[in-house]
C-alpha cells in the first residue's frame, strides 16, 4: 500500500530526470555546434545537398554563414538550395551577396538568369553581362534572347539569335531559339511544328519547350493542345501553383467541372488561406452542383476582398439552392443591380420576394423584364394575382390597360378577369377574345375557368352562340362527347350554316373515330366555304389514304385559285405538302413563291429547311438555317435546323456551340436536352448528366433525352438501364443512331439474336435504310451467307455505287471461289473505288484466286499505302508476300508492325513464316 501511495511521486522524478537528460544533451549538442567550424559546416551541407537532403543542408549552411556571414562561396550555395526549393526571391537575394562578395564565373551567371526569368525580371535579364561565359553555356543567352522576345524587343532579339546561331548548333537550346524566332516572326505553326518534336529536347529544356509551347497554343486559340501543354507541366511540376490554377482555369472554360475539381484536390487545404483557390473552388463547385461549398468558398473570396459579380451569383443561386432567402437576397441584390439587363437573375430574385411573401416585389422586378420563357411569365401572373389578393389593388387598372385591352386576355389568370370586367365596358369582351382565352385556358388545362366563361357569354342574348361553341369546346377537353354534341345541337338552332359549328362537329366526329363521316361533313361544308383555312385543314389531317390526300390537297390549291393572295392557304398547302413527302414540291413552292427568306412566317421556312435536309441538301439546309439563325440569334426553329443538320453531318461540337451560343440569350430546357444529348455524342458524359439531372421529366422522356440517358447508362456500366432506356428512345425515335445505340447495348448483354431480331425487324420497317441493312447483312454473313447476299444485293438496287456492298459482295463470293460471278463486282471496285483501300484488298484477293500473284502484290502494296494502319490489309499482305516467296520482306513487315497486329495474329503469322523459312 506505501508503495502504492509513493507512485505518482516516483513517477514525477523520472519525468524531471528525463527533461533534465534532454535539457544537458541539447546544451551539449549547441556547446558541440559551437566547436565545428564554418568550413566543416559548409562540407556537411555541401553532402547533404548532393544526396539532396535540402532541409538538413540549408540548417548547416545557414550555420556556416552565421559564423562566417561573408563568405561568397556559402552563399552560392545557400542560393542553390533555394532555387532546388523553388523559393526564386531568396534565391535571388544570395545570388546578389555572392557576388557582392566576390564569387563571378559561369555558375553565378547560369543561376541568376534563371533566376531573373522565373522572377519576370526581363530588365535584370538584359542587362547582365555574360559575352565570355556565353562560349561555353547556352542557358544564359538562350534566357537573355527570350527576355527580348517577352519585352519585343527586336533589335536586340536580332543581334542575340545572330550570336546564339554563331555560337550554339545541333542542341535542344538552339530548337528553342529557333521556335523563339519563329514566334517573333509570328510563324506560330512552324514554332508549333518544332516545339511538338520531343525528339528535340531533353530533360533539361522540356519545361521550358512546354511553356513555349503553351504561349504558341494561346496564339492559334488551341485549347486543346494548351491543356495538354499544361497537364504535361503539371505532371512535371505537381505542387507548382500557378501552373494549378491555369489548368482548373481552362477546365472551367471548357465546362468540364469535374477535371477542374480533381485538379483543386490536391491544394484543397490551402483555399481558405488563398484567395484565388477559393474562387476556383466556388466555381467548379457550383457547376458541379455541390452548393454548400459553392456558397462557403464564394463568400470566403467576397470577404477576402474579390467582390465580383461572378462570386456574387454563385454565393447569391447558391445560398438559394441551400434555402438560405436571406443571404441569397443580400448576394442577387447586387448581381441585378450590376447587371440590370440580366433577366434569369431577375427571376431567382423575384422568387424569393414571392417566398418570402412579398409578392408586389416580385411583380415590379419581373416588370423590369423581358423575358419570353414561361416561367418568367408563370411567376409574373402569380405574383400579381397574389399582390392583389393581398390589397394591392393599384395595379389593376394599369394590368387591364395595358395587357387585357391589347387582346392579350389569355396571359391573364382567370380570378384577376373577374376581378377587372367590373371596371369595363361589357362590350370590350367581344367573341373573338373570348375565343382565344377559351382555346387558351384547354391548352392550360384550365377548364373551370373556361366552364365559368362560356356560361358567362351564353347566357348573354348577343354572344349566346359563341358561348355555346365556347361550353362545346369545354366539354371536349373533358371528353364528354354527349355534352359537346347537346350544345352543339343547341347552337345549330342560332346559326346553322356557321363554318366554325361544322368545324366543331367535324371535331366531335374525330373524337368518336368517325373519321369518314367527319372528311363528308367538312367536303360538304368547303363546297359552300372552299377558302375556309380551318376545315381544309382539319381535311388534310384526315386524308390517310392516297386518294384522299390528293384530294385534299387539290381543294387547298382550288381554294388558293380563287384567293392567290391568301398567305394562310398557301402556307397550308406548303404544310400539306410537305406532310405528305413531297419534299422537292415543297421547295419549289417556297422558291415560286419568294418565301425562302420570309422569316416572319417561321412555319414555311422551317418546311422548306427541312425539306431541303429530307433529300439530302444538308449544306444547303444548314446555310438557310444558319442565315436565319444569325437574322434571329433567339430563333428555336431556326436552331434546330442547324442542330438537327449537323446531327446528321456528325458535327456534334459544331451543334454544341450553337446551342451554348443560344442558351446564353434564352433559358429553354427544351434546348438544353439537345445540349446534353450532344455532350453524350462527344462523350462528355458527366457534362451531360449535370444538364439531365436538372432537367424535367418530360424532357428526358424525349427520343434525345432517352437518348443522352441510355448513353450515360451505359457509361456507367448500368447496362440494364442502358437497355431500358435505349428500347425506349429508339421506340420515340426508330432513326438510326437510336438502332446502333440500341445493339451497342445488346451487345453488352451478350443477346446477339435479339440484336439480329431487332435489325431484320427495323430493316422491314425501313426498306430504304441503307446502313441498316448493311449491318444486318455483316451480322448474318457467318450463320446465313445467301440472306447476307441478298441483303448486300437491295443495297445495291437501292444505290448502286455503294462501296461498301460492292466490296462484301464480291469478298462473300471469292471466299466461295464463285469467282467469275464475284468479277463484275471487283472489276467495279477496280475502276471506280481505286481509293477504296479495303476494296483493293479484295481486288487483291481476287488476283490471288486467279494464280495472278504479282498482280496480287501489287494491288495489296497500293491498298496498303492508303490505309498503312489497317490491321487486316497489313495480315493480308505479308501472307500473299510469304506465298510469293518474299519471304524477307514479309518478316521485315511484321517486325515493323508486329505493335499494331495483335498477339495471336503474330504468333500465326510468325509461325506460317518460320514454316517457309
Given at each position: 500500500?506505501?508503495?502504492?501511495?509513493?507512485?505518482?511521486?516516483?513517477?514525477?522524478?523520472?519525468?524531471?530526470?528525463?527533461?533534465?537528460?534532454i535539457l544537458?544533451?541539447?546544451?551539449?549538442?549547441?556547446?558541440?555546434?559551437?566547436?565545428?567550424?564554418?568550413?566543416e559546416?559548409?562540407?556537411?551541407a555541401?553532402?547533404?545537398?548532393?544526396?539532396?537532403?535540402?532541409?538538413d543542408?540549408?540548417?548547416?549552411?545557414?550555420?556556416?554563414?552565421?559564423l562566417?556571414?561573408?563568405?561568397?562561396?556559402y552563399?552560392?550555395?545557400?542560393?542553390?538550395?533555394?532555387?532546388?526549393?523553388?523559393?526564386?526571391?531568396?534565391?535571388?537575394?544570395?545570388?546578389?551577396?555572392?557576388?557582392?562578395?566576390?564569387?563571378s564565373?559561369?555558375?553565378?551567371?547560369?543561376?541568376?538568369?534563371?533566376?531573373?526569368?522565373?522572377?519576370?525580371?526581363?530588365?535584370?535579364?538584359?542587362?547582365?553581362?555574360?559575352n565570355?561565359?556565353?562560349?561555353?553555356?547556352?542557358?544564359?543567352?538562350?534566357?537573355?534572347?527570350?527576355?527580348?522576345y517577352?519585352t519585343?524587343?527586336?533589335?536586340?532579339?536580332?543581334?542575340?539569335?545572330?550570336?546564339?546561331?554563331?555560337?550554339?548548333?545541333?542542341?535542344?537550346?538552339?530548337?528553342?531559339?529557333?521556335a523563339l524566332?519563329?514566334?517573333m516572326r509570328?510563324?506560330?505553326?512552324t514554332?508549333?511544328?518544332?516545339l511538338?518534336?520531343?525528339q528535340?529536347?531533353?530533360l533539361?529544356?522540356e519545361?521550358?519547350?512546354?511553356?513555349?509551347?503553351?504561349?504558341?497554343?494561346?496564339?492559334?486559340?488551341?485549347?486543346?493542345?494548351?491543356?495538354?501543354?499544361?497537364?504535361s507541366?503539371?505532371?512535371?511540376?505537381p505542387?507548382?501553383?500557378?501552373?494549378?490554377?491555369?489548368?482548373?482555369?481552362l477546365?472551367?472554360?471548357?465546362?468540364?467541372?469535374?477535371?477542374?475539381?480533381?485538379?483543386?484536390?490536391?491544394?484543397e487545404?490551402?483555399?481558405?488561406?488563398?484567395?484565388?483557390?477559393s474562387r476556383?473552388?466556388?466555381?467548379t463547385?457550383?457547376?458541379?452542383?455541390?452548393?454548400?461549398?459553392a456558397?462557403?468558398?464564394?463568400?470566403?473570396t467576397?470577404a477576402s476582398?474579390?467582390?465580383?459579380?461572378?462570386?456574387?451569383?454563385?454565393?447569391?443561386?447558391?445560398?438559394?439552392?441551400?434555402?438560405?432567402?436571406?443571404?441569397a437576397?443580400?448576394?442577387?441584390e447586387?448581381v441585378?443591380?450590376?447587371?440590370p439587363?440580366?433577366?434569369?437573375?431577375?427571376?431567382?430574385?423575384?422568387?424569393?420576394?414571392?417566398?418570402k411573401?412579398?409578392?408586389?416585389?416580385?411583380?415590379?422586378?419581373?416588370?423590369?423584364?423581358?423575358?419570353?420563357?414561361e416561367?418568367?411569365?408563370?411567376?409574373?401572373?402569380q405574383?400579381l394575382?397574389k399582390?392583389?389578393?393581398s390589397?394591392f389593388?393599384g395595379?389593376?387598372?394599369?394590368?387591364v390597360?395595358n395587357?387585357?385591352?391589347a387582346?392579350?386576355?389569355?396571359?391573364?389568370?382567370?380570378s384577376?378577369?373577374?376581378?377587372?370586367?367590373?371596371?369595363?365596358?361589357?362590350?370590350?369582351?367581344?367573341?373573338?377574345?373570348?375565343i382565344?382565352?377559351?382555346?387558351?385556358?384547354?391548352?392550360?388545362?384550365q377548364?373551370?375557368?373556361?366552364?365559368s366563361?362560356c356560361?358567362?357569354?351564353?347566357?348573354?342574348?348577343n354572344?349566346k352562340?359563341v358561348g355555346?361553341?365556347?361550353?362545346?369546346?369545354?366539354?371536349l377537353?373533358?371528353?364528354?362527347i354527349?355534352s359537346?354534341?347537346?350544345?352543339?345541337?343547341?347552337?345549330?338552332?342560332?346559326?346553322?350554316?356557321?363554318?366554325e359549328?361544322?368545324l366543331?362537329?367535324?371535331?366531335?366526329l374525330?373524337?368518336?373515330?368517325n373519321?369518314?363521316?367527319?372528311?363528308?361533313?367538312l367536303?360538304?361544308?368547303?363546297?359552300?366555304?372552299?377558302?375556309?383555312?380551318?376545315?381544309?385543314?382539319?381535311?388534310?389531317?384526315?386524308?390517310?389514304?392516297?386518294?384522299?390526300?390528293a384530294?385534299?390537297?387539290?381543294?387547298?390549291?382550288?381554294?388558293?385559285?380563287?384567293?392567290?393572295?391568301?398567305?394562310?392557304l398557301?402556307?397550308?398547302?406548303?404544310?400539306?405538302?410537305?406532310?405528305?413527302?413531297?419534299?422537292?414540291?415543297?421547295?419549289?413552292m417556297v422558291?415560286?413563291?419568294?418565301?425562302?427568306?420570309?422569316?416572319?412566317?417561321g412555319?414555311?421556312?422551317?418546311l422548306?429547311?427541312?425539306?431541303?435536309?429530307?433529300?439530302?441538301?444538308?449544306?444547303?439546309?444548314?446555310?438557310?438555317?444558319?442565315?436565319?439563325?444569325?437574322?434571329?440569334p433567339?430563333?428555336?426553329?431556326?436552331?434546330?435546323?442547324?442542330?438537327?443538320?449537323?446531327?446528321?453531318?456528325?458535327e456534334?461540337?459544331?451543334?454544341?456551340?450553337?446551342i451554348?451560343?443560344?442558351?446564353?440569350?434564352?433559358?429553354?430546357?427544351n434546348?438544353?436536352?439537345?445540349q446534353?444529348?450532344?455532350?453524350?455524342?462527344?462523350?462528355?458524359?458527366?457534362e451531360?448528366?449535370?444538364i439531365?439531372?436538372?432537367?424535367?421529366?418530360?424532357l428526358?422522356?424525349t427520343?434525345?433525352?432517352?437518348?443522352?440517358?441510355?448513353?450515360?447508362?451505359?457509361?456507367?456500366?448500368?447496362?440494364?438501364?442502358?437497355?431500358t432506356?435505349?428500347?425506349r428512345?429508339?421506340?420515340?425515335?426508330?432513326?438510326?443512331?437510336?438502332?446502333f445505340?440500341?445493339?451497342?447495348?445488346l451487345e453488352?448483354?451478350?443477346?446477339?439474336?435479339?440484336?439480329?431480331?431487332?435489325?431484320?425487324?427495323?430493316?422491314?420497317?425501313?426498306e430504304?435504310?441503307?446502313?441498316?441493312?448493311?449491318?444486318l447483312?455483316?451480322?448474318?454473313?457467318?450463320?446465313?451467307?445467301?440472306?447476307?447476299?441478298?441483303?448486300?444485293q437491295?443495297?445495291?438496287?437501292?444505290?448502286?455505287?455503294?462501296?461498301?456492298?460492292l466490296?462484301?459482295?464480291?469478298?462473300?463470293?471469292?471466299?466461295?471461289?464463285?469467282?467469275?460471278?464475284?468479277?463484275?463486282?471487283?472489276?467495279?471496285?477496280?475502276?471506280?473505288h481505286?481509293?477504296f483501300?479495303?476494296?483493293?484488298?479484295?481486288?487483291?484477293?481476287?488476283?490471288?484466286?486467279?494464280?495472278?500473284?504479282?498482280?496480287?502484290?501489287?494491288?495489296?502494296?497500293k491498298?496498303?499505302?492508303?490505309?498503312?494502319?489497317?490491321?487486316?490489309i497489313i495480315?493480308?499482305?505479308?501472307?500473299?508476300?510469304?506465298?510469293?516467296?518474299?519471304l524477307?520482306?514479309?518478316?521485315?513487315?511484321?517486325?515493323?508492325?508486329?505493335?499494331?497486329l495483335?498477339?495471336?495474329?503474330v504468333r500465326?503469322?510468325?509461325?506460317k513464316l518460320?514454316?517457309?523459312?
Open positions: 500500500m506505501d508503495r502504492d501511495l509513493k507512485t505518482p511521486t516516483n513517477s514525477y522524478s523520472v519525468k524531471r530526470r528525463v527533461v533534465l537528460c544537458l544533451a541539447f546544451t551539449s549538442l549547441l556547446a558541440g555546434c559551437d566547436n565545428q567550424t564554418p568550413q559546416f559548409h562540407t556537411l555541401l553532402q547533404n545537398y548532393e544526396q539532396g537532403k535540402l532541409e543542408a540549408s540548417i548547416q549552411i545557414k550555420n556556416a554563414i552565421r562566417a556571414p561573408t563568405s561568397a562561396e552563399r552560392f550555395l545557400l542560393a542553390q538550395i533555394y532555387i532546388k526549393n523553388k523559393d526564386w526571391e531568396g534565391a535571388e537575394k544570395e545570388l546578389s551577396r555572392a557576388s557582392e562578395f566576390g564569387y564565373g559561369q555558375d553565378l551567371i547560369r543561376l541568376q538568369s534563371l533566376v531573373y526569368d522565373r522572377l519576370i525580371k526581363y530588365d535584370d535579364q538584359i542587362a547582365l553581362k555574360f565570355s561565359i556565353a562560349d561555353t553555356d547556352p542557358l544564359p543567352l538562350y534566357l537573355k534572347l527570350k527576355a527580348f517577352m519585343d524587343d527586336r533589335d536586340g532579339f536580332r543581334k542575340a539569335f545572330d550570336l546564339f546561331e554563331n555560337r550554339f548548333t545541333n542542341m535542344p537550346y538552339e530548337k528553342l531559339a529557333q524566332n519563329l514566334m509570328s510563324e506560330w505553326s514554332a508549333k511544328t518544332i511538338e518534336n520531343k528535340n529536347f531533353d533539361e529544356t519545361d521550358e519547350s512546354l511553356d513555349l509551347l503553351a504561349k504558341v497554343a494561346r496564339q492559334l486559340d488551341n485549347v486543346d493542345l494548351l491543356i495538354t501543354t499544361i497537364e507541366r503539371l505532371i512535371r511540376e505542387s507548382n501553383y500557378s501552373i494549378r490554377i491555369e489548368l482548373v482555369s477546365y472551367v472554360f471548357l465546362k468540364q467541372f469535374e477535371k477542374a475539381n480533381d485538379v483543386l484536390k490536391p491544394i487545404h490551402e483555399w481558405l488561406r488563398s484567395r484565388e483557390i476556383w473552388r466556388a466555381v463547385a457550383f457547376y458541379s452542383h455541390k452548393y454548400s461549398t456558397y462557403e468558398s464564394a463568400k470566403n467576397i476582398g474579390l467582390n465580383t459579380i461572378e462570386q456574387n451569383a454563385i454565393a447569391g443561386i447558391s445560398a438559394f439552392k441551400l434555402e438560405k432567402f436571406e443571404d437576397q443580400h448576394f442577387l447586387f441585378t443591380s450590376e447587371l439587363s440580366d433577366d434569369n437573375f431577375k427571376l431567382v430574385l423575384a422568387q424569393i420576394y414571392f417566398l411573401g412579398d409578392a408586389a416585389s416580385s411583380y415590379q422586378l419581373l416588370q423590369q423584364g423581358s423575358s419570353e420563357s416561367e418568367y411569365k408563370l411567376l409574373k401572373m405574383s394575382q399582390a392583389i389578393s390589397g389593388t395595379l389593376v387598372h394599369s394590368l390597360a395587357e387585357l385591352i387582346d392579350n386576355a389569355p396571359s391573364l389568370p382567370s384577376l378577369i373577374n376581378r377587372a370586367q367590373n371596371s369595363f365596358q361589357e362590350d370590350i369582351w367581344n367573341a373573338n377574345q373570348w382565344a382565352w377559351g382555346m387558351f385556358q384547354i391548352e392550360s388545362n377548364t373551370e375557368a373556361l366552364k366563361a356560361r358567362n357569354m351564353s347566357s348573354k342574348a354572344s352562340f355555346l361553341l365556347l361550353c362545346s369546346q369545354y366539354e377537353a373533358k371528353h364528354d354527349p359537346a354534341k347537346n350544345l352543339l345541337n343547341s347552337a345549330s338552332k342560332i346559326d346553322s350554316d356557321a363554318p359549328l361544322t366543331l362537329k367535324a371535331f366531335v374525330v373524337k368518336e373515330g373519321i369518314d363521316k367527319a372528311r363528308v361533313l367536303d360538304n361544308k368547303l363546297q359552300q366555304y372552299p377558302s375556309n383555312a380551318s376545315m381544309l385543314t382539319l381535311y388534310a389531317d384526315l386524308a390517310a389514304s392516297d386518294e384522299h390526300r384530294y385534299a390537297q387539290s381543294l387547298i390549291q382550288t381554294a388558293i385559285t380563287s384567293t392567290p393572295k391568301n398567305q394562310q398557301q402556307t397550308l398547302l406548303i404544310t400539306t405538302l410537305y406532310k405528305y413527302k413531297n419534299y422537292n414540291e415543297v421547295i419549289a422558291r415560286e413563291q419568294g418565301y425562302e427568306k420570309n422569316w416572319e412566317n412555319l414555311v421556312s422551317s422548306y429547311g427541312r425539306s431541303l435536309a429530307n433529300i439530302g441538301a444538308h449544306q444547303k439546309s444548314k446555310a438557310f438555317f444558319l442565315d436565319w439563325l444569325s437574322t434571329y433567339r430563333n428555336t426553329s431556326a436552331l434546330y435546323g442547324v442542330i438537327n443538320n449537323l446531327d446528321a453531318t456528325n456534334f461540337l459544331e451543334a454544341l456551340g450553337h451554348e451560343r443560344y442558351l446564353a440569350l434564352v433559358k429553354d430546357d434546348v438544353k436536352v439537345y446534353a444529348y450532344f455532350l453524350t455524342l462527344l462523350s462528355r458524359n458527366l451531360a448528366k449535370h439531365l439531372d436538372e432537367l424535367p421529366k418530360d428526358k422522356n427520343h434525345v433525352g432517352l437518348y443522352a440517358l441510355a448513353s450515360n447508362a451505359l457509361f456507367n456500366d448500368q447496362v440494364k438501364l442502358a437497355a432506356l435505349a428500347s428512345a429508339y421506340d420515340a425515335s426508330p432513326n438510326l443512331r437510336n438502332l445505340l440500341y445493339g451497342q447495348v453488352r448483354l451478350g443477346k446477339s439474336d435479339e440484336i439480329n431480331s431487332l435489325l431484320t425487324e427495323h430493316v422491314s420497317q425501313f430504304n435504310d441503307i446502313p441498316a441493312i448493311l449491318m447483312a455483316v451480322r448474318v454473313e457467318v450463320k446465313d451467307i445467301n440472306k447476307a447476299i441478298g441483303l448486300y437491295q443495297v445495291l438496287a437501292l444505290d448502286e455505287n455503294n462501296r461498301i456492298a466490296n462484301n459482295l464480291a469478298h462473300i463470293l471469292l471466299v466461295q471461289s464463285k469467282i467469275v460471278t464475284a468479277k463484275p463486282y471487283v472489276k467495279r471496285l477496280e475502276t471506280e481505286g481509293s483501300a479495303e476494296g483493293l484488298d479484295t481486288v487483291a484477293l481476287f488476283y490471288w484466286k486467279k494464280n495472278d500473284l504479282e498482280k496480287s502484290i501489287s494491288v495489296s502494296e491498298a496498303l499505302r492508303l490505309q498503312p494502319n489497317n490491321v487486316l495480315k493480308n499482305y505479308i501472307e500473299r508476300l510469304a506465298d510469293f516467296g518474299n524477307e520482306q514479309a518478316k521485315r513487315l511484321l517486325r515493323r508492325n508486329e505493335s499494331k495483335n498477339y495471336n495474329d500465326d503469322l510468325k509461325s518460320d514454316a517457309i523459312g
